[in-house]
């Protein structure tokens, strides 16, 4: 697939979750493009792949708008000329959805006027449309791979284990801007949250102190075609400096731990990472604040009567 040599004005994201997601979708949007907000549109001067993200469905990066269909038509007049296109119109999830025959209309009628010739079957150039509110966009158009989804495919899982959409989002939270950023996991348990930050090219390590669920940690990412380090090793016992943590805090029946021990690992923690994300679903705000961090956001994600919280500290 070819790409626009224009530079795009702006970057317009559409977004779903579902419900009992949405302030988790709402803390990894601050966390990527530092925007509080609950709506389904957001334009921004920031580039993000939207694959990396569970909750953003489509990219459009605007080379020409107008106040109108019709103002952005004539905009449109003027783009430079090139084949093999293909114009989506982009629904706008705040907005009624627009049925079928007036969506392929606009489409068309927007095409008419690009100069170059469209190829509907294999477009080496794909284009969207989108109603903002207050104006039309076009721009070049790139859609969610949901490359999670595949994740739950995994050889070796436990039913206690994060959701790969929960761990996508929280690794994104850890790590909006991952370049040059050295991330760890270190309560890795079965790999879900090591799949999820390796398969976006983040350097992530993992451990666990679980001598048995080690193998199949590694067979899942082999399983995938990725490649990252695990060891062996306490959380207590992790040494070095990290930019980022990702604990997600033992609590099923063969991995009790007293707060005495949480205790514990949150203060090592703030020994070797600057930030830490956790996932909990017991209170453990007293135990944060005596290991000496500072709560910057939060949110809750229920399943049921089952509710894991996402907090980061500092």
């Given at each position: 697939m070819k790409t626009l040599t224009m530079a795009p004005r702006a970057y317009v994201y559409t977004f779903s979750w579902e419900p009992n997601e949405e302030a988790l979708c709402a803390m990894e949007r601050r966390a990527l493009f530092g925007v509080d907000s609950q709506s389904g549109i957001l334009e921004s001067p920031l580039e993000i792949d939207p694959s990396r993200s569970p909750f953003i469905r489509e990219r459009l990066s605007a080379i020409c708008e107008g106040a109108s269909l019709e103002d952005l038509i004539e905009e449109v007049?003027?783009?430079?000329?090139?084949?093999?296109?293909?114009?989506?119109?982009?629904?706008?999830?705040?907005?009624?959805?627009?049925?079928?025959?007036?969506?392929?209309?606009?489409?068309?009628?927007?095409?008419?006027?690009?100069?170059?010739?469209?190829?509907?079957?294999?477009?080496d150039i794909l284009l969207g449309i989108i109603n903002t509110g207050d104006r039309w966009i076009l721009g070049e158009y790139a859609k969610n791979e949901a490359i999670w989804l595949k994740h739950q495919w995994k050889p070796h899982s436990y039913s206690t284990a994060l959701g790969t959409r929960v761990a996508r989002a929280v690794v994104n939270i850890a790590a909006p801007d991952p370049k040059g950023k050295k991330l760890i996991d270190p309560c890795c348990g079965i790999g879900t949250v090591l799949v999820e930050a390796l398969s976006m090219g983040m350097d992530i390590v993992g451990s666990d102190r679980n001598p048995l669920i080690l193998p199949g940690v590694r067979e899942?990412?082999?399983?995938?075609?990725?490649?990252?380090?695990?060891t062996l090793k306490d959380v207590r016992d992790v040494n070095g400096n990290y930019d980022a943590a990702i604990i997600d805090l033992p609590y099923n029946l063969c991995s009790v731990i007293t707060r005495e021990e949480q205790l514990q690992m949150l203060q090592r923690a703030k020994a070797f990472a600057s930030k830490v994300v956790?996932?909990?679903?017991?209170?453990?705000d007293q135990v944060i604040l005596e290991a000496g961090f500072q709560l910057t956001d939060r949110c809750a994600v229920a399943k049921g009567n089952f509710v894991r919280h996402v907090i980061v500290c500092e």
């Open positions: 007049k003027n783009l430079e000329s090139f084949d093999g296109f293909k114009i989506i119109f982009t629904q706008n999830p705040d907005h009624e959805k627009v049925g079928f025959n007036k969506l392929r209309e606009i489409e068309k009628e927007v095409g008419l006027h690009l100069k170059g010739e469209a190829e509907l079957v294999n477009p899942n990412i082999a399983h995938f075609g990725l490649t990252g380090e695990v956790i996932v909990t679903v017991e209170d453990v």
